[in-house]
């Protein structure tokens, strides 16, 4: 389009540009967003089960972080290009891949922070007349939910800065942004997908931060 | 579907094997920019962390480096890069060193440092300072301790962030094809914009997974290498995890 000479290609920043496209930076925030929780919620929704299992059972332990360990390794780009011919555009394409990524995470954090709930502890909980299933559900989880929602944090960030990879495959919500100002030379929409990419991984991270601290006011780290 | 038997006979034609566009230039494309990368990314990367880590200064800047690099979508940056420094031919210095391609140099460096400084860092600064101290204790010096006690105890951490990275940059690489450049990435590209059940997209997908498999066993085989044996345990489950600090 001609309006684009209005613009200056030239600058990081055109803020006409940024004033004049409010709706669509919009729109690709929002499935930035949409596709992050869609990410988040199915890998959850598969580690967290598989995470306790695995915490619990060595054998488990040993088969999921190695396949996981595999899943986590295979790059992005062939992951979504993988799934193209089965899932095209739809969402499924960067979503699938980006829920596995959050696996290996999600699982390695449980499985620590179930470990690393001191001995002294389950004994006393034991001793106290816990059954074993009700100590894990009173003690060892309430105990690991901290280090469980500091894997929530790493997988939320790392998807959030992989989401853009999937616009070479036509998703990928502000990298369709920064992608866009790149075909066209013109740089103010790649700045404004970046800065807004990295400011959600920001406000995700706070915002799960915030959450801890009001939902579990143990996990505040004591100053020795 | 015949997507697989499309897949099949593309690798059975002997023209996709040979010449500068084939598999086997392509993969020695990827690896050449990979290791180039990574190699310049620990020369950086490796000596600030250790220097940081004995001197137990910058924390912040040293743990933050890497959250901050994991928020920052390692595609922007190559992206940035390209349309600062166009593609066009490196200086000689970085072509000697066998960099084709400057943005591209610059985005994978940029993106394998802050795994390796920040590991290197958390190993060299978690050291119990009683074994420092026993070091000294011995009649070491600072540049002793350094290099005869923190760099061999930091040593599984140290590989932990160069798998992390390596593995980082292999993946990374595959995202060159689109801003022109070589590599694997170039059937993903290609084929995708054909259609995306050209059988170019799965091979390149397919070769891009091996590779950086291998990549993170190669690693792991060299750090077994390296590593006296009780170095060694569990090493991998420190790589990516919040890291823990003496504070």
């Known amino acids: 389009m001609s309006i684009l000479a209005a613009y200056d290609g030239d600058v990081w920043i055109d803020w006409s540009w940024v004033g004049d496209h409010g709706d669509e930076i919009v729109t690709h925030l929002r499935e930035h967003a949409e596709l992050t929780a869609l990410s988040i919620g199915l890998g959850l929704l598969i580690a967290v089960p598989l995470g306790l299992l695995a915490a619990f059972h060595p054998r488990v332990r040993g088969v999921t972080i190695a396949a996981t360990g595999v899943l986590y390794t295979i790059p992005s780009l062939a992951a979504f290009a993988l799934l193209l011919p089965w899932t095209g555009l739809s969402r499924a394409t960067a979503v699938i891949p980006l829920a596995s990524y959050t696996l290996l995470i999600i699982i390695r954090n449980i499985v620590a922070g179930i470990h690393g709930v001191p001995r002294e502890v389950r004994e006393a909980a034991t001793g106290m007349g816990y059954t074993s299933a009700a100590r894990i559900g009173w003690v060892d989880i309430p105990l690991a939910l901290p280090a469980m929602f500091a894997g929530l944090r790493i997988a939320l960030v790392t998807v959030i800065g992989l989401i853009p990879v999937a616009a070479l495959v036509g998703q990928g919500?502000?990298?369709?942004?920064?992608?866009?100002?790149?075909?066209?030379?013109?740089?103010?929409?790649?700045?404004?997908?970046?800065?807004?990419?990295?400011?959600?991984?920001?406000?995700?991270?706070?915002?799960?931060?915030?959450?801890?601290?009001?939902?579990?006011?143990?996990?505040?780290?004591?100053r020795a | 579907m015949?997507?697989?038997?499309?897949?099949?006979?593309?690798?059975?034609?002997?023209?996709?094997?040979?010449?500068?566009?084939?598999?086997?230039?392509?993969?020695?494309?990827?690896?050449?920019?990979?290791?180039?990368?990574?190699?310049?990314?620990?020369?950086?990367?490796?000596?600030?962390?250790?220097?940081?880590?004995?001197?137990?200064?910058?924390?912040?800047?040293?743990?933050?480096?890497?959250?901050?690099g994991r928020a920052i979508p390692a595609l922007s940056i190559l992206l940035m890069a390209v349309l600062v420094w166009g593609i066009g031919d490196p200086p000689s210095y970085l072509a000697t060193i066998g960099v084709v391609s400057v943005p591209a140099f610059v985005a994978l460096v940029a993106l394998a440092i802050p795994p390796i400084l920040t590991n290197t860092y958390v190993g060299v600064a978690g050291i119990d300072p009683n074994v420092r101290e026993a070091a000294t204790g011995m009649g070491l010096n600072g540049r002793e301790v350094l290099r005869t006690v923190e760099l061999p105890l930091s040593g599984p951490f140290i590989m932990a962030g160069l798998r992390t990275s390596a593995v980082a940059v292999v993946a990374t690489a595959t995202l060159l094809a689109y801003v022109g450049g070589g590599g694997l990435g170039r059937f993903i590209i290609d084929g995708s914009r054909i259609s995306y059940s050209d059988p170019r997209v799965f091979v390149g997908a397919l070769f891009v997974a091996l590779l950086?498999?291998?990549?993170?066993?190669?690693?792991?085989?060299?750090?077994r290498v390296i590593l006296p044996r009780p170095l060694r345990a569990s090493s991998s489950a420190v790589s990516d995890d919040a890291p823990r600090v003496a504070a």
């Open chain 1, 173 to 222: 919500g502000l990298g369709r942004l920064m992608r866009d100002g790149f075909d066209r030379g013109f740089r103010t929409p790649l700045t404004v997908g970046i800065v807004l990419t990295v400011a959600l991984a920001v406000v995700c991270d706070l915002a799960v931060l915030l959450a801890q601290r009001v939902l579990m006011p143990w996990s505040r780290r004591r």
């Open chain 2, 2 to 68: 015949n997507y697989f038997g499309d897949v099949w006979d593309w690798l059975r034609d002997g023209q996709h094997w040979t010449g500068d566009e084939g598999v086997p230039n392509r993969l020695l494309e990827h690896v050449q920019i990979s290791i180039v990368s990574l190699v310049v990314a620990t020369l950086v990367a490796l000596p600030i962390g250790l220097l940081l880590g004995h001197f137990r200064r910058g924390a912040f800047v040293a743990i933050n480096v890497s959250n901050i």
């Open chain 2, 212 to 223: 950086s498999v291998t990549a993170e066993l190669a690693l792991g085989f060299v750090e």
